[in-house]
T-cell receptor, first 115, second 113 residues
Framework: AQSVAQPEDQVNVAEGNPLTVKCTYSVSGNPYLFWYVQYPNRGLQFLLKYITGDNLVKGSYGFEAEFNKSQTSFHLKKPSALVSDSALYFCAVTPGQAAGNKLTFGGGTRVLVKP | DSGVTQTPKHLITATGQRVTLRCSPRSGDLSVYWYQQSLDQGLQFLIQYYNGEERAKGNILERFSAQQFPDLHSELNLSSLELGDSALYFC????????????FGPGTRLLVL
């Protein structure tokens, strides 16, 4: 069975400082990894994904994530956080090719960026 | 705007009742997924349809059912509702190929009283 862990329920960061949201996963084979963001009373918005290739993935709104196979991690990063980045962030995994496309989500990390 | 639409946005009903949630996928997407988001269970996959056929099932209760119609819109039917069914229900769509990004609708917030 696949699983995703987001060890921090909340991350607080000052505007302009680097932001990191942690994610580790457990899945057999080669996983596909995703990050989504949820603003209040909104649906999930896709940020970025890792399928294969370069371990550093760049996505929307200046976010990037690094895939680390040995540590089974896929941490989300942004070099300089904005107040508007305050939201709920979800890491998700699918088991990879030929194994279906259902997303398994982590518990979410609330990001609060203070001015 | 993801291009996925869901109706209604909010639904308030009583225990024991039945409701239908509707989802229209993005233009060109053949696959529709349903997810439930609740405080205690988090985000959970319920069921997937591809071009009218059920493709995968997750933690979906027997009281719940879904279908995808020839025009590719999907409906999630929830019956014999219980207080614990109160949640946010999301629909997502994608091209079927594994690894394709799923784009989520705004959700339907269900409150069972």
């Amino acid at each position: 069975a696949q699983s995703v862990a987001q060890p921090e329920d909340q991350v607080n960061v000052a505007e302009g400082n680097p932001l990191t949201v942690k994610c580790t996963y457990s899945v057999s084979g080669n996983p596909y990894l995703f990050w989504y963001v949820q603003y209040p009373n909104r649906g999930l918005q896709f940020l970025l994904k890792y399928i294969t290739g370069d371990n550093l993935v760049k996505g929307s709104y200046g976010f990037e994530a690094e895939f680390n196979k040995s540590q089974t991690s896929f941490h989300l990063k942004k070099p300089s956080a904005l107040v508007s980045d305050s939201a709920l962030y979800f890491c998700a995994v699918t088991p990879g090719q030929a194994a279906g496309n259902k997303l398994t989500f982590g518990g979410g990390t609330r990001v609060l960026v203070k001015p | 705007d993801s291009g996925v639409t869901q109706t209604p946005k909010h639904l308030i009903t009583a225990t024991g009742q039945r409701v239908t949630l509707r989802c229209s996928p993005r233009s060109g997407d053949l696959s529709v997924y349903w997810y439930q988001q609740s405080l205690d269970q988090g985000l959970q996959f319920l069921i997937q349809y591809y071009n009218g056929e059920e493709r995968a099932k997750g933690n979906i209760l027997e009281r719940f059912s879904a279908q995808q119609f020839p025009d590719l819109h999907s409906e999630l039917n929830l019956s014999s509702l219980e207080l614990g069914d109160s949640a946010l229900y999301f629909c997502a769509s994608s091209v079927e190929t594994s690894g394709e990004t799923q784009y989520f609708g705004p959700g339907t917030r269900l409150l069972v009283l």
